[in-house]
């Protein structure tokens, strides 16, 4: 009687061996289609602040035909700069979703001391409401700062860019080696304005003051918030900031006039 029982044994575990086998696969495809929907919402989240070409679920699509799946959704929120994203794919019996959102994650309200918001939503970006020097390098200006040198953003945005901007030593400082006082400290935000994508940057920040204000990139900002402080970074003879607006994510040779949108001094 030994046979038949060992045959009736290995007859159960085969029978119940195949939706055993099924439930692994979907499982499997399920962490597939979770990872392929993680990679495909960042990809557009990194479209969507600029830092790669292109619209935000175009750079979705492309992750995920590349991964053999199909996006079924994406949704892109401009004013909070998230992107939601539904990937599917095959898998036995019908296929498999995976879901993902990337995006900024919004610090708190402003601090107290925020620079004054005008009536168009832009904040003039420093703590006295001055210029050391007017439009120069194209259509840059030098913000005059107080003993704090706190500096604003002039609009809510996202930023793309913290840090040492890679632009090495400018000429003018080649010509007055006292003038340069290392990698120029960067802050650079990308703003949405009346159906127009813009870029502001302050330039000479204190190194690491935009990350003590909480901010680096991806962080989204209000009009007004802190996001450094001006020091001597790049070349420059003195505190201040060297402000610019442009159309394109840039820091040198801006192309838009700043006092159009944050005003007069």
């Keep these: ?3 038949p029982v060992s045959v009736g044994v290995v007859a159960a575990v085969l029978a119940l061996g195949a939706p055993v086998i099924t439930a692994a696969v979907r499982a499997e495809a399920g962490h597939r289609a979770l990872g392929t929907a993680d990679a495909a919402a ?7 602040i600029g830092f790669l070409d ?9 992750v995920a035909r590349a991964a053999d799946a199909r996006l079924s959704e994406c949704e892109t929120d401009r004013d909070g700069f998230e992107v939601r994203v539904v990937i599917e794919t095959a898998a036995p019996f019908g296929s498999v979703m995976g879901r993902a959102r990337a995006g900024a994650q919004p610090n708190a309200a402003a601090p107290v001391g925020s620079g004054p918001i005008g009536a168009n939503g832009w904040a003039w970006p420093s703590a006295v409401r001055a210029v050391t020097q007017g439009s120069h390098d194209g259509h840059a200006i030098d913000l005059a700062v107080d003993a704090s040198g706190v500096l604003y953003a002039p609009y ?5 860019r913290v840090g040492d901007d890679g632009h090495g030593i400018p000429a003018e400082c080649r010509a007055r080696p006292d003038w340069w006082h290392g990698p120029n400290q960067t802050v650079l935000i990308r703003h949405e304005y009346l159906g127009r994508t813009l870029y502001s940057s302050h330039n000479h920040l204190v190194a690491g003051s ?12 209000s009009a007004g918030q802190p996001v450094g402080a001006a020091g001597r970074s790049g070349c420059t003879s003195g505190p201040h900031s060297h402000f610019t607006l442009a159309s394109a994510p840039r820091n040198t040779n801006p192309d838009l006039d700043p006092y159009l949108y944050i005003g007069s001094p």
């Design 210 to 221: 935009s990350a003590r204000a909480g901010i680096g990139v991806g962080t989204a900002v």
């Design 54 to 62: 292109g619209e935000p679920c175009a750079a979705a699509e492309q």
């Design 156 to 160: 809510r945005g996202i930023v793309v």
């Design 1 to 3: 009687m030994s046979v």
């Design 42 to 48: 960042l990809a557009a989240a990194d479209a969507s």
